[in-house]
């Protein structure tokens, strides 16, 4: 998404992470840069994202003023290579065999967007869409991939 629209979009409420509170009314900018800390990224991820699917959920005509309105976006999150979300990883759990890579905290994140479990949904005006898409590579093994929704 465009810094600038990001920019925009406002933290409806107070948001903890690694003892710092980013406060309602913030600009997820700020709480995304908190990301490039390496230890925190996937919690800022889960953070953001959060954010992005609130603000698209709640948009009833005439509920907010038209300012308000204006400063709510669809979201797209888009995943390339998918089939990696579904392969062993070269991570190795305390006993040394292989981790799936569902089993580490990003590749769960997607896959609960893309599962359906957490959504990017506008509930109340059916104008706004959101997407959550999945590409697979033809450059890596390929894997049937099946989702339950």
């Known amino acids: 998404m465009n810094e600038q629209k990001l920019a925009e979009v406002k933290l409806d ?3 903890l ?4 509170t980013y406060e309602a009314g913030s600009s997820v900018v700020e709480l995304a840069r908190l990301g490039r800390n390496e230890r925190l ?12 699917g609130f603000q698209t959920k709640f948009v ?17 999150f888009a995943i390339d290579e998918a089939q990696a979300l579904f392969q062993q990883t070269t991570y190795r759990s ?5 981790l799936e890579a569902y089993s580490l905290s990003a590749p ?3 896959l609960d967007y893309l599962s359906g479990r957490k959504a990017f949904v506008c509930i109340f005006f059916p104008l706004w ?9 033809r450059s890596s093994p390929l894997r049937t ?3 339950h929704t």
Do not use: C, M
Not at 94 to 98: A, F, H, K, L, V
Not at 129 to 137: E, G, R
């Open 94 to 98: 305390p006993d040394y065999s292989p």
């Open 13 to 15: 409420k107070a948001v």
């Open 60 to 76: 009833l005509p005439g509920y907010w003023s038209d300012a308000d309105h204006s400063r709510r976006f669809p979201v797209l």
């Open 108 to 110: 769960l994140l997607a």
């Open 145 to 147: 991939i099946i989702l």
């Open 129 to 137: 869409q959101n997407l959550t898409s999945a590409s697979v590579s």
């Open 41 to 52: 990224a996937v919690e800022v991820l889960a953070a953001v994202l959060e954010v992005l």
């Open 17 to 20: 992470i690694d003892r710092q």
